[in-house]
């Protein structure tokens, strides 16, 4: 089970937008630890994707979008296309009295209808 | 341009240390601010941090891994090694290193390149 929770899955039409969320609790995102987003192809290595919560690598598309509020964070995607089917992990950090670890929420898988 | 690629063994027995080279180029492990990691993602499932090493050879290892784990760098060699003892078929997994180049803590940063990752086996 992981410490951040994210729905297994998601769908959407390709030009709608999507949301995935990702909940922690006081020990990471509550904590004010940053949250980082992957996305990860089939087949292939996870890509990172928004880092900083809401801050884009160079060369990923603008569709894509993070914020955080709380104990939680979201990544958005408009204008969804067929090539954004992949799976989506948040990462942050966690500190508490059990330890001190690099967390990744469970994934979710986009489907684009 | 930055380049991580693991490798090691495909198939470990059970019981069996597993040991992974992870050989980078595009970045020195030397330069203030820069770390690598370890992460693996059983068949199907999430990923799972195991470890980092940074710049100044600090190590740090997951919670509930870290009496099996062991991380080392060769700065010399632009690598970076980790050790897995008493191996299990639950450690069946792609395992990848993956660059932080960090601006607050190595801990908190993203994993901003990742190699393409080696699979383990682990069976008898």
């Known amino acids: 089970q992981s410490v951040l929770t994210q729905p297994p899955s998601v769908s959407g039409a390709p030009g709608q937008r999507v949301t995935i969320s990702c909940t922690g609790s006081?020990?990471?995102?509550?904590?004010?630890?940053?949250v980082h987003w992957y996305q990860q192809l089939p087949g292939t290595a996870p890509k990172l994707l928004i880092y900083?919560?809401?801050n884009r690598p160079s060369g990923v598309p603008d569709r894509f979008s993070g914020s955080k509020s709380g104990t939680s964070a979201s990544l958005a995607i408009t204008g969804l296309q067929a090539e954004d089917e992949a799976d989506y992990y948040c990462q942050s950090y966690d500190s508490s009295l059990s330890g001190r670890d690099v967390v990744f929420g469970g994934g979710t898988k986009l489907t684009v209808l | 341009q930055v380049t991580l690629r693991e490798s090691g063994p495909a198939l470990v027995k059970p019981t069996q240390t597993l040991t992974l080279t992870c050989t980078f180029s595009?970045?020195?492990?030397?330069?203030?601010?820069?770390?690598v990691s370890w992460i693996r993602q059983p068949p199907g499932k999430a990923l799972e941090w195991l470890a980092l090493?940074?710049?100044?050879?600090?190590?740090y290892y997951s919670t509930s891994l870290k009496t099996r784990l062991t991380i080392s760098k060769d700065t010399s060699k632009n690598q970076v090694v980790l050790t897995m003892t008493n191996m299990d078929p639950v450690d069946t997994a792609t395992y990848y290193c993956?660059?932080?180049?960090?601006?607050?803590?190595?801990?908190?940063?993203?994993?901003?390149?990742w190699g393409q990752g080696t699979m383990v086996t682990v069976s008898s």
């Open positions: 595009g970045f020195s492990l030397s330069t203030s601010g820069m770390c």
């Open positions: 900083g919560n809401s």
């Open positions: 993956a660059r932080i180049s960090h601006t607050s803590h190595c801990l908190w940063d993203a994993f901003d390149i």
């Open positions: 006081s020990s990471n995102i509550g904590a004010g630890y940053d």
């Open positions: 090493i940074d710049w100044d050879d600090d190590k």
